[in-house]
């Protein structure tokens, strides 16, 4: 149905209501005009016939009554107007009749009498304007019936006065049908504009919700983005950060394990010993900058968390308080992800510890669900940067202390915490927005203070298991010693590079040392025996390690090739390269070499 017919409707019942309302004006007029009539024409009419028709009369105003109070009672009502309109029509009209019978039959014989009822007649004629103009059949079916009656009885009497007044009448009579539809056109006109305004105002009202809408989902789009816009900045920050100390502590590291040759005794070696857990307990933190830098090296599988959370299950449970209950729902049918195992289990861990420390005594619960989830496209803005799509969602529930705005807004952020001094470093959910973030995945955080915290973590969802590629059967290890080989060490780092070759050349391997790619090159070019090359990535003079092993390969096709630094996804578009992280002990430079080497042989 259009909106003009729903507002002609809406219009047409409007006339109808405004017809109820006056409804008591008329049967009020109508009662005491009937009385009056009455008492004035009961000396000079019929008894009979005057009772008749007062009885008609007050019968009609009764029934009318009726009327109006069912209509105020009806559901009606402002809604479908029949068959109100049809019921109005025929009261008006049987009361017109009953005052048109009055000026026929009561006609009095004195004169005086006859003017006063034409004159009463008259001024209900009059009065039907107020009352019944909202709807202009109800007037018509009231005044032509009173009106006609009236002057046909006058006519009939024969005479000019009687006549001239029946004229009187019937211009009277057409003057009262004119004005009322004057009124009833101008009634019509108003409700039209108040229709109109009703219909802008909830149109306006409509668009400023929609506008609100909008506006806060703009809002909350842009406060997301700008929060994604800070962790970039602070992942870059610091990622730069741990990428120095990685070098710094690679330095110190390789430094101690040298000191240990030329320390005697016990209170030295404890030193070096106290020194060393230090440096190592450095090197997990820079670890974890890295990792919320999205700077670690993954290795993704394709895996089914729900296998993967299983599998951990008894680890987790351990890892909470005996009084916190731990529930694990696993949804069917769980879609397989791409993603590093241990890298995710270390993020659920951190969740789980973080859960349990901000639990209740005696009361703690903590929920961790999985479930396949289909982004929608309006759905997208509120989890950048993910697109429309299919995820694997996983969220680990609490009922603990919650968190507030001020502090959920910082919660990603590295080193921040609520924790008392001591008890935590602001790492874990560090750890757990980058590794989230490098997979390809968000993770949101929905918490109500006093009520609890909801983490959900969203990982692309792959459509098909693809099948992994056999790893090969390890090269047996060359009968000749591998210390012999000759290794081309490039480091930009002053502090690194030396210390480096130390290593190296304690182990046993011919040593030779370069600053940056160009560098390295040249050496390649002048020197008959290089076995490895063992780079850093990230070097100046715009040449990176790993430009640098493409092209020293197009050189020398059997060169090995080991690449290391402390942004361990510095290499990401070179994977196929074996890789060391920074900081690296000796121990574990010695075993990287021998690996390389051993990876493609003399």
């Known amino acids: 149905m259009s909106s003009a017919m729903v507002g002609a409707s809406e219009i047409y019942a409007e006339q109808i209501c405004v017809l109820f309302k006056q409804t008591p004006v008329?049967?009020?007029?109508?009662?005491?005009n009937t009385i009056v009539v009455a008492s004035v024409l009961a000396p000079v009419t019929d008894g009979r016939s005057l009772l008749l028709w007062l009885g008609s009369m007050i019968a009609t105003i009764g029934l009318r009554s009726a009327l109006y109070v069912s209509y105020n009672r009806s559901s009606r009502r402002g809604g479908s107007v029949h068959p109100w309109d049809n019921l109005s029509l025929v009261c008006s009209g049987l009361t017109g009749l009953l005052w048109g019978l009055a000026g026929a039959l009561l006609f009095p014989e004195q004169y005086i009498y006859r003017v006063f009822l034409g004159f009463t007649i008259g001024g209900m004629c009059a009065g039907a304007i107020v009352v019944h103009s909202s709807h202009f059949p109800s007037f018509l079916s009231f005044v032509v019936p009173a009106s006609l009656l009236t002057a046909a009885r006058f006519v009939l009497e024969g005479t000019v006065p009687e006549a001239a007044l029946a004229f009187m009448i019937i211009v009277f009579a057409t003057a009262l049908c004119l004005i009322a539809y004057n009124v009833n056109q101008t009634l019509i006109e108003t409700f039209h504009l108040r229709f109109d305004l009703t219909q802008h105002a909830r149109r306006l009202e409509t668009a400023n919700a929609d506008l609100t809408e909008e506006t806060r989902q703009r809002?909350?789009?842009?406060?997301?983005?700008?929060?994604?816009?800070?962790?970039?900045?602070?992942?870059?920050?610091?990622?730069?950060?741990?990428?120095?100390?990685?070098?710094l502590l690679t330095v110190i590291i390789g430094s101690l394990d040298l000191l240990r040759a030329h320390v005697a005794g016990d209170s030295g070696n404890r030193l070096l010993a106290a020194s060393s857990a230090g440096v190592e307990r450095a090197a997990k933190l820079t670890h974890s900058l890295v990792s919320f830098a999205r700077r670690q090296r993954l290795k993704p599988e394709l895996v089914n968390l729900n296998r993967v959370i299983g599998d951990f299950g008894d680890l987790l449970r351990h890892a909470t308080a005996e009084d916190v209950t731990l529930e694990i729902e696993l949804g069917p049918a769980l879609a397989v992800c791409r993603i590093d195992p241990t890298h995710f289990q270390t993020g659920l861990l951190n969740l789980v510890l973080n859960s349990n420390d901000a639990l209740p005594p005696s009361s703690g619960r903590i929920t961790i669900t999985t479930q396949n989830v289909l982004l929608r496209e309006d759905e997208a803005p509120a989890c950048p940067p993910l697109k429309p799509g299919a995820y694997v969602g996983i969220s680990v529930m609490d009922n603990g202390a919650g968190m507030s705005s001020e502090v959920m807004a910082h919660a990603f952020e590295p080193f921040y915490t609520t924790k008392e001094l001591g008890k935590g470093s602001g790492l874990g959910l560090s750890q757990v927005y980058g590794f989230v973030t490098q997979s390809g995945g968000s993770v949101k955080i929905t918490s109500i203070p006093k009520q609890g915290t909801t983490v959900l973590i969203l990982l692309p969802a792959v459509g098909e298991q693809a099948p992994i590629a056999p790893q090969p059967p390890p090269t047996p290890e060359r009968d000749r010693a591998l210390g012999t080989a000759t290794i081309l060490v490039v480091e930009d780092n002053p502090l690194v590079r030396p210390l480096v070759a130390e290593n190296l050349t304690e182990l046993g391997y011919r040593v030779i040392t370069a600053n940056d790619g160009p560098r390295a090159l040249a050496l390649l070019k002048e020197r008959q025996q290089i076995d490895l090359l063992f780079s850093d990535v990230l070097m100046p003079n715009g040449m990176r390690g790993d430009e640098l092993a493409r092209q020293a390969l197009e050189l020398r096709p059997r060169l090995k090739v080991l690449l290391m630094s402390g942004y361990s996804a510095d290499i990401t578009d070179a994977p196929s390269f074996p890789f060391l992280n920074k900081p690296f002990s000796p121990r574990e430079l010695a075993d990287s070499i021998r690996g390389a080497l051993r990876a493609n042989p003399l």
Do not use: S, Y
Request: hydrophobic fraction near 40%; charged fraction near 20%; aromatic fraction near 0%.
């Open 26 to 32: 008329a049967l009020g007029a109508n009662l005491l």
């Open 219 to 247: 809002e909350a789009t842009q406060e997301t983005l700008r929060q994604a816009e800070k962790m970039d900045a602070l992942g870059r920050l610091t990622g730069g950060l741990a990428h120095d100390l990685n070098n």
